[in-house]
């Protein structure tokens, strides 16, 4: 409980003037702080209201967008940067390393979020893994790691160390590649993966693309917090084609709307090798749904 407090903490440090103090609390109180978290960090932001609320937190995700956030908005996001892996022992590669399921997103589609932990199951770091989609079935899969910009050469030496004889290849693109993050009430209609046109169509597996008619090829619906929107991974230099009703913000936006719904990310809030994946609510954030996988890791 102390390491979960200890990252939550970490969250704030670059975006508030002074730190939260986490008092004692009861284990009566179920293992979701997010929201929590959110009401706390929303006061301590400088265009929000002072006083902390001393009533039980509401755990409902619905609350509103501050001014600054509200409608239909893009965003370039800072920091990360994208790892290209492919080759023949792609899916089996990644599906060693990463805390989320490979064989859900092996035919292409929208991608994920997930973790790489080290050997005694602490989080090195967290990632999104979007499927490159290259034609309509997906014939060379091919999948870019976003991560962290500022420790890329520390992940690709990482991910080199269980190479071994496997056929897969690992370059830095992050020059080649923008990523974006769009939300607001019109993102339903901009994203359309898994709809098939034709009813009568035979079923498809999970992930397999059947439209592309998208604002983007790479991307995927950002499930750690419910209104966090879409994530899309686009060449350097091209912003998306959104309808005029979207704006853009400045990048530094992206970090404060982030910290205001108590979404984690990056190096500054996973310390390398402290957190295991549930004190850091990786379950919650849909970055492990392998109970099984996840437990192997932390025993072994």
Request: proline fraction near 7%; aromatic fraction near 10%.
């Amino acid at each position: 409980m102390p390491k979960l407090f200890s990252c939550l903490g970490r969250l704030v440090s670059d975006n508030i003037s002074k730190c939260v103090s986490f008092g004692p609390i009861s284990s009566q109180i179920p293992l979701i702080y997010n929201s929590f978290y959110h009401k706390i960090i929303h006061h301590k932001v400088s265009r929000s209201v002072s006083t902390i609320p001393t009533s039980e937190p509401s755990l409902n995700t619905s609350e509103k967008e501050d001014k600054v956030h509200q409608g239909d908005k893009y965003i370039k996001v800072p920091y990360r940067g994208l790892i290209e892996l492919h080759g023949y022992d792609t899916i089996k590669f990644l599906q060693g390393l990463i805390t989320n399921n490979m064989p859900s997103i092996s035919s292409g589609g929208d991608g994920f979020y997930t973790a790489s932990l080290n050997p005694v199951g602490r989080v090195l770091f967290d990632a999104f893994i979007h499927p490159k989609n290259l034609g309509t079935s997906f014939p060379h899969p091919t999948f870019l790691v976003e991560c962290d910009s500022r420790i890329i050469p520390e992940i690709i030496k990482h991910m080199k160390k269980y190479l071994l004889r496997s056929k897969v290849n690992i370059t830095d693109v992050s020059s080649l590649y923008q990523i974006w993050n769009v939300w607001g009430n019109e993102i339903n209609n901009l994203w359309w993966r898994h709809q098939v046109p034709n009813p009568s169509a035979t079923k498809l597996h999970t992930g397999t693309l059947v439209l592309k008619e998208n604002i983007a090829e790479i991307g995927c619906r950002d499930k750690r917090y419910p209104n966090m929107g879409l994530r899309l991974v686009l060449p350097v230099d091209t912003k998306p084609t959104l309808p005029n009703s979207f704006t853009e913000l400045p990048s530094k936006e992206y970090i404060i709307r982030r910290i205001l719904h108590g979404v984690p990310e990056g190096i500054h809030d996973f310390p390398q090798g402290e957190a295991l994946p549930l004190q850091s609510n990786f379950d919650y954030m849909g970055g492990s749904k392998l109970w099984g996988k996840l437990c192997y890791f932390i025993l072994n």
